[in-house]
């Protein structure tokens, strides 16, 4: 007889509890959103009745969650999960791994080849961390300059600005984080090759591991007593300011709209 | 041998240490529990202080302030006075927690780690997730500094996350408030920047079921703040390079995006030194809180090269083995207190691995609980057995503790898996700092919940139909006095707001075009809060409302109008009072010009 695989049951109840969990959401969200579209009056969109009304509709697929969760649970005991978690570890990270403390003695043509290699690798590293910087920086540069426009800000109309802000800055943010996205995956394209020439130099033995060398703790001292003193004279000046009632009075007494209420 | 799935569960479900400080600073954080039940925002002087943890002041429960909502608040009244308060306790926090703040203080982070244990497939950390976790820096550079100060210099308070993206002011705040009864009136504040934030909490709430702590690696400007000073914090964890192998364990364990341990993104949570098997990470200022041993072990695989890296796995693996033979001491007290609490109910064998008995025993309970009273002396017998049974274990010698583990067949004998790695507390230590938590949640509570009196509200003449309780309040640049009675005949407009809220000054301009609109019919007055943080005539005559035809009056401590007119510490808050003198419409939020012109064509018909 086959043995029974617990960890396949897990596997799909975790996706059904998922997929629940994906709908409850989407309910959710569509409830807000069509209580908005729909609303009455401007200032009264969310009536206590209405939500009233939309979180009874929506008892049944909360019930069905909160139960499939439970079940999860019962799931657990009943059938123990022994899948173990899995990481693997990234060509950068197992190089960052491998090359740590260590030094490359070129003692024949071989290693020389693959020492050259390697700093081919480290060359186009660097490279291409120089053409990422670039790439970020210029959507960082037009995204700087329109945010610190003032004139980009009327103050009659805050969230229309903010939005328009939005609107134009979301581009330039996507763009930046998938150069950076590209960088990383190239810089994992690029550890697999370091790695494949490090382990050569080290079947050939021409890695010699270093000495340790200690951080100077003298620096997070001073650090320490830096941002120590800086904290504390911020601090009194701020109580002699009377920055401490402002505080209270902007914490007592909400903007709603601050919030997020309105 | 046979191990009980239930006991196992349970033991993998056991709170840790951390997650009790996490229960115990969510506490901290919301104190004012009588907030919970009032629905009222906690108005203490302990405001003054900003709470190290992510929790929104408009909490029904917030007995401190946020720190995140502080730092944009004083951010746009930079051109009037620098923040320096607010900044150096920033900098103080981060200097002696660093991200422990994340880790063990912050109670969004809990919640977060909650909904994560929801039995989902989640997604693991990869380059991608490392590289999207310096867009927190983006919103802390573009919502926190930049749009507070480009609009603090118009005098318009926007504190760009709180309003557009922290899911605490939703989750605590909004729901806080909002969820009780009392405040049914809030629901008309509600709009499209509820509904975004709203559909932000959504997406976030079923993010964070899938990626452990979502919101503190993507989006928590406040993690990104602390992120700087973790590095040289007197509180976290540090590595000795000494005993590092670099073996990638400890980023392997860790669920944030650090690529070394008690880098920037890591929030010390600790869970890696139990994993490290040289024990090369451990507490900063360990010596002062941990066992000698524990702060400083010997390196037991220095002299192992670094080709051998699966050897030092083996030997690793064998040592640990044979650190995992479990403490006498401690097997037999589990033993026999499981003996001693579930004997009675026939559940001890077979929790501790002997089912036959066991389910043999729970059908007798069962049935002597259906046909009682012999039930009540069947299970009194049990449990008079069962403290036999215990104390006898207890008091047994390790020769007849082994023989009688192995009759029983328990799991404790075999299952106990040692916690040898992590670090122990010195017990002078555990005991101060367990008093000292103690007492200060104690204090807390206390004050929060007997020593600060709520105001009494007045119950009449504040609701809409009710005849609007009279005031009489000093009018900026002019020597009258307001009062309502002396513009009956006249619609009269109430509206409340501070010079910190910006919403309330962008719409002071709307009550103006009314007020020239109707100028014959009706009246319109701007009260400031009677908490004011800047001089507000001057503050007036730098935006030109002083040509303005509305007047400008003063709310005071001792009259409290806003509070007496049903203000719940809220602003903006306008109040429509019709020609006879009795409350028309009543707005706890911004108001529109056209909303404001409809309600006045009402009353005029």
Not at chain 2, 250 to 260: E, F, G
């Amino acid at each position: 007889m086959k043995k029974f695989n617990s960890n396949r049951l897990h596997q799909i109840y975790s996706i059904f509890l998922s997929i629940i969990i994906f709908l409850v959401g989407i309910l959710f969200i569509t409830s807000a959103l069509s209580i908005y579209f729909t609303g009455g009056l401007r200032e009264q969109i969310y009536d206590v009745n209405v939500v009233k009304n939309r979180l009874l509709l929506m008892i049944f697929p909360m019930i069905l969650l909160i139960f499939t969760i439970i079940g999860s649970s019962i799931l657990t005991i009943i059938f123990p999960n022994y899948k173990k978690e899995k990481y693997k570890f990234s060509n950068y990270e197992l190089y960052k791994k491998l090359s740590y403390n260590t030094k490359i003695n070129v003692t024949n043509d071989e290693t020389n080849l693959y020492n050259k290699k390697l700093k081919l690798c480290k060359l186009i590293k660097s490279l291409l961390i120089f053409v990422t910087t670039i790439d970020c920086s210029i959507p960082g540069i037009i995204g700087l300059l329109y945010v610190c426009n003032p004139l980009h800000f009327p103050s009659a109309t805050p969230n229309i600005a903010i939005i328009r802000m939005a609107l134009v800055l979301t581009p330039l943010v996507i763009y930046a984080f998938i150069c950076l996205i590209i960088y990383s995956i190239l810089e994992e394209v690029i550890a697999k090759k370091q790695v494949k020439y490090f382990k050569k130099l080290l079947a050939l033995k021409a890695i010699q591991k270093t000495e340790t060398k200690n951080k100077k703790q003298i620096g997070i001292l001073v650090t320490r007593i830096v941002v120590l003193s800086i904290s504390i004279i911020f601090i009194t000046v701020g109580v002699i300011n009377g920055d401490l009632v402002d505080v209270l009075k902007k914490a007592i007494n909400i903007c709603s709209e601050c919030i997020g209420l309105g | 041998m046979k191990v009980n799935k239930f006991i196992l569960w349970l033991r993998k479900i056991k709170p840790s240490k951390r997650k009790i400080i996490q229960l115990y600073a969510a506490l901290l954080h919301n104190a004012n529990l009588k907030g919970f039940i009032s629905g009222k925002i906690f108005k203490g002087d302990s405001k003054v202080l900003c709470a190290p943890g992510l929790n929104c002041y408009s909490c029904p429960g917030a007995v401190g302030a946020c720190p995140l909502g502080t730092l944009q608040n004083s951010l746009s009244s930079a051109n009037k006075r620098l923040p320096f308060y607010v900044f150096g306790i920033l900098m103080l926090y981060g200097l002696i927690l660093g991200r422990t703040i994340c880790g063990f203080l912050c109670p969004m982070g809990l919640l977060q780690e909650l909904v994560y244990k929801i039995k989902t497939p989640k997604i693991n950390k990869s380059n991608i997730t490392r590289t999207l976790s310096y867009f927190k820096y983006v919103l802390l550079a573009v919502l926190v500094f930049i749009i507070p100060v480009i609009y603090g210099f118009y005098d318009v308070v926007i504190p760009g996350f709180c309003k557009y993206v922290c899911p605490a002011g939703i989750v605590e705040g909004a729901f806080g408030l909002l969820s009780n009864p009392n405040n049914v009136d809030f629901f008309q504040m509600l709009g499209g920047l509820f509904t975004w934030k709203f559909f932000l909490l959504i997406a976030i709430a079923v993010m964070c079921v899938f990626m452990y702590r979502f919101f503190c690696r993507f989006l928590c400007p406040l993690g990104a703040i602390y992120g700087f000073f973790n590095k040289f914090s007197f509180l976290g964890i540090k590595v000795n390079n000494d005993k590092c192998t670099n073996c990638g364990l400890c980023i392997k364990a860790c669920k944030m995006d650090v690529k070394k341990v008690g880098d920037h993104e890591c929030i010390n949570c600790g869970e890696c030194i139990s994993v490290c098997h040289t024990n090369a990470i451990t507490w900063k200022g360990g010596k002062l809180f941990l066992h000698e041993n524990q702060v400083d072990v010997p390196c037991k695989t220095t002299n192992i090269n670094i080709q051998n890296n699966n050897k030092v796995k083996e030997v690793l693996t064998n040592e640990l083995d044979e650190e995992k033979i479990p403490e006498i001491k401690k097997r037999k007290t589990a033993v026999g207190i499981t003996s001693i609490l579930l004997y009675p109910f026939g559940v001890d064998k077979f929790l501790m691995g002997s089912k036959k008995g066991g389910k043999k025993a729970i059908l007798w309970t069962i049935l002597s609980i259906i046909f009682s009273p012999i039930g009540c002396v069947f299970l009194t017998i049990r449990s008079i057995k069962g403290i036999i049974k215990g104390i006898k274990v207890l008091i047994m010698n390790d020769n007849e503790f082994e023989d009688y583990v192995k009759k029983v067949n328990t799991f404790l004998v075999y299952e106990y898996i040692k916690e040898d790695n992590k670090p122990k507390t010195k017990k002078w230590f555990k005991i101060t700092s367990i008093s000292v938590a103690s007492s200060l949640l104690v204090g807390v509570l206390i004050y929060a919940n007997f020593f600060n009196k709520d105001s009494n509200p007045i119950t009449t003449g504040n609701e809409i139909g009710e005849k609007c309780l009279d005031t009489n309040l000093s009018i900026y640049g002019k020597d009258e006095k307001f009062t309502v009675s002396s513009h009956v005949g006249k619609i009269v407009i109430i509206n409340f707001w501070a010079t910190y809220c910006g919403p309330c000054v962008l719409e002071i301009p709307h009550f103006e075009d009314i007020q020239k609109e109707y100028q014959d019919d009706v009246y319109v007055v701007a009260i400031h809060h009677k908490d004011t943080t800047e001089d507000v005539e001057k503050f007036i005559n730098k935006k030109a409302w002083n040509e303005y035809s509305i007047d400008f009056a003063q709310d005071e401590e001792s009259t409290n109008y806003y509070e007496a007119l049903g203000g719940k510490g809220t602003l903006p808050m306008t109040v429509i009072v019709d020609q006879e003198g009795i409350i028309s419409n009543k707005y706890l939020s911004s108001i529109t010009y056209e909303s404001l012109k409809t309600d006045v064509d009402n009353l005029l018909k």
